[in-house]
């Protein structure tokens, strides 16, 4: 099964070409970048995955394609960032002294609104939701989740995002910190690939 | 035919996806984070390209294993960093006021180092080549090269590496402000996956 991405996110493409196999391959949807990008204007990573697995399937014929939408749940900021994850920063009009990468600037923002959050109420989840469509009908919806805990301070250099301030406590390490294969095994958009690929294998239930 | 990536950056990664085509799909090779990583002791890209194409291919019987060295050949700096790209600021001990990513490292300490060299002068090309390795034994080789400009002032935020500082003149932009599809056109990695595909899909002169 060839699957056509509808992201050209680096740290996506990456957690992509780590969880995918020879059985099941991916490409960049062709022309991706001379397409319109659909507005995420859905409040749900469901209904955005959904929009842009619509959209983008629509652009070419009988092909497979894969949506993401994700983000950071946070327990005491009932749920937010949320769909708004990326744009959390600009969201609250976030300024800096100078101008930073938008993950970094995002990262900050987090930090200054759990400022006066005690270690024991900072319990998180990053939730990511897969979408594949074809010909603009949705085919399968996966979810896959991680529970963590917002640092105080951000740990390691791998992923992107929020991976340097989210601690999966079991192993003591960031997503920042753990090795591709520990990252493969905890993350969200790997579980909801696994989830996606174990729905379109398993046997129709009217079958 | 499916290629097995010996490589976890994120930015050659999105390249690699780009570039390749539903007849010509890649994974990760399999316990990439676990193997040791080869040291780049060779001098040219080609001799850390087949380094690293047979150490990995070696892990893994029958696979095919594409390895990629690259980086920045600066004429005023005769033809410095070259294989030494990824640690130029390393190499020459170059301090920040505050820890930075090593990308934003490297390309500080090259426009230090091109301080006084004049706009005339500041010639460069990004070169990459591929090795293509099946048990130990490389297969193909291929080069792609760009031809650009070092920048005094970084320009644009997509890409990695020295692209912010590296203008294509024709186009008037620089690697980390082109769109994805142009990027393909231009790039460097795209140019050598090109003349890879390319060298393995003609038939053999003695055929």
Known sequence: MHLYLATTNAGKLRDFAYALTPDCTFTLLPGLDTLPVPEETADTFE?????????????????????????????????????????????????????????????????????????????????CTLALARNGEVLVIADGLVEGEILAVPR????????????????GLTMAELAPAARNQHSHRARALAALLDKINKPHPAE
């Open 47 to 127: 209904g955005n995955a959904r929009l842009k697995a619509i959209a983008y399937s629509l652009t070419q014929p009988d092909l497979l394609v894969l949506a993401d939408d994700s983000g950071l749940e946070v327990d005491a900021l009932q749920g937010a960032p949320g769909v708004r994850s990326a744009r959390f920063a600009d969201d609250h009009d976030y300024q800096t002294s100078r101008p930073l990468p938008t993950d970094r600037r995002n990262n900050l923002c987090l930090l200054d609104a759990l400022a006066s959050t005690p270690e024991s109420r900072r319990g998180a989840r990053y939730r």
């Open 156 to 171: 390691g250099s791998a992923g992107f995002g929020y991976d340097p301030l989210f601690l999966l406590p079991d192993e």
